[in-house]
């Protein structure tokens, strides 16, 4: 029998094996009633209190084994420095990366690090682009023998060697505990994705309660591709990763130790 490309044969076969695994007689004349696009009206009715969102973000990022720091404002700058420094002493952190981001330069982080004997490399404009457009292509080159990976940016050379990221996310989904992170030349997505450790700081009004309202924030007033950043990162507590055998590996493909602050 010759076939041609796009063209499928046995579909009915398939889905009669299907129905019949589930149960059922036959497989359905009608497809199924779809009364609404996306989200049902009801849920993008709920509406949560900014205390609710901050409790149901602890429970789904610690239930991901992720921990949770919520600080007034008056007392961030202390509080924020102290668990830092506890945290990089029990995980042995020499070297971390920062996004150059207003909010973490004014928490004067660095200081507090540095009183830890640990090293900070800002994710600063000029290298950045570079950085970040070669991290695909280095890859592919260091697989490959190529001289590709050699040529990676100094910036990213010294990102790689950090143990501990600190990033602020544009915005934090409550029902899912997910980071959204939107690239630009001074926040690097290498910064989240190649140190073992990511600490992660916001203020409560970035908590949002569905993805949808995210999505709405990134979105709004753009009426162009180019006007949006080159990549929007989603993380929902440590990298997990399985083979077809179902065996989970931790922090392969990202941080395997995540930390949350919440700035009220």
């Known amino acids: 029998m010759s076939t041609k490309t796009g063209q499928i044969h046995g579909r009915e076969a398939f889905i009669a094996n299907i129905s019949s695994r589930l149960g059922r007689r036959a497989p359905s004349a009608t497809p199924p009633e779809r009364p609404f696009m996306g989200a049902p009206d009801f849920y993008k009715q709920i509406e949560k209190t900014t205390d609710e969102k901050i409790e149901l973000f602890i429970q789904s990022w610690t ?133 073992g450790i990511l600490f992660a700081i916001f203020r409560a009004d970035q908590l949002v309660y569905r993805m949808g309202e995210a999505f709405g924030g990134i979105t709004q007033g753009k009426t162009d591709g180019s006007q949006y950043a080159s990549s929007l990162n989603l993380i929902t507590g440590p990298s997990r990763s399985a083979d077809i055998e179902n065996d989970l590996t931790i922090g392969i493909h990202g941080p395997g130790k995540v930390y949350a602050v919440i700035i009220k």
């Open 63 to 195: 239930a991901l084994t992720g921990k949770v720091l919520v600080v007034d404002e008056k007392d961030a700058k202390e509080s924020i420095g102290a668990w830092l420094k506890e945290v990089a002493a029990e995980q042995g952190v020499t070297q971390a990366s920062r996004w150059e981001h207003a909010g973490l330069i004014e928490l004067g982080l660095d200081e507090a690090l540095a009183e830890a004997g640990v090293t900070v490399v800002p994710w600063k404009e000029g290298d950045a682009a570079e950085s970040e457009a070669s991290t695909a292509a280095g890859s592919a080159g260091s697989a490959g023998g190529d001289s590709n990976w050699a040529k990676r940016s100094e910036l990213l050379k010294r990102t790689e060697r950090c143990q501990l990221g600190i990033i602020w996310p544009d915005y934090a989904i409550a029902n899912t505990s997910t980071l959204v992170l939107q690239c630009t030349p001074e926040r690097g997505r290498s910064v989240s994705l190649l140190t």
